[in-house]
């Protein structure tokens, strides 16, 4: 069993900033790729932004310049560094990972339950 957690929403202004943190726990024996998706009320989930063992990192158009995706290997950890946060940035965020667990032939994709940001005066 392998369980994703993320933290580091809340409620921010227009302009600010906040960090999310995710962290992956159990039986794991490597991460590979992890990322950031969100989930605006009525709509459906998209990538926010994603980053390779190696660190190489994707964006949504919508988010590059201002969001900045990291992680620490050793810590089993992603972040998510969002700056000049507007209205539209407003979602459920969700951690996601492709873990292979010790024992096991085959990489499973695993999800958190989602931290909520919401980007209001």
């Known amino acids: 069993q392998v369980q994703l957690v993320e933290s580091g929403g809340g409620l921010v202004q227009p302009g600010g900033s906040l960090r999310l943190s995710c962290v992956a726990s159990?039986?794991?024996?490597?991460?590979?790729?992890m990322g950031w998706y969100r989930q605006a009320p009525g709509k459906e989930r998209d990538l926010v932004a994603t980053?390779?063992?190696?660190?190489?990192?994707n964006y949504a158009d919508s988010v590059k310049g201002r969001f900045t995706i990291s992680r620490d290997n050793a810590k089993n950890s992603v972040y998510l560094e969002m700056n000049s946060l507007k209205p539209e940035d407003t979602a459920l965020y969700y951690c996601n990972a492709l873990v292979w667990r010790r024992f096991s032939t085959a990489s499973v994709e695993v999800w958190g339950q989602g931290t909520l940001v919401t980007v209001s005066s």
């Open positions: 980053i390779t063992t190696t660190g190489s990192t």
């Open positions: 159990g039986s794991i024996f490597r991460i590979d790729a």
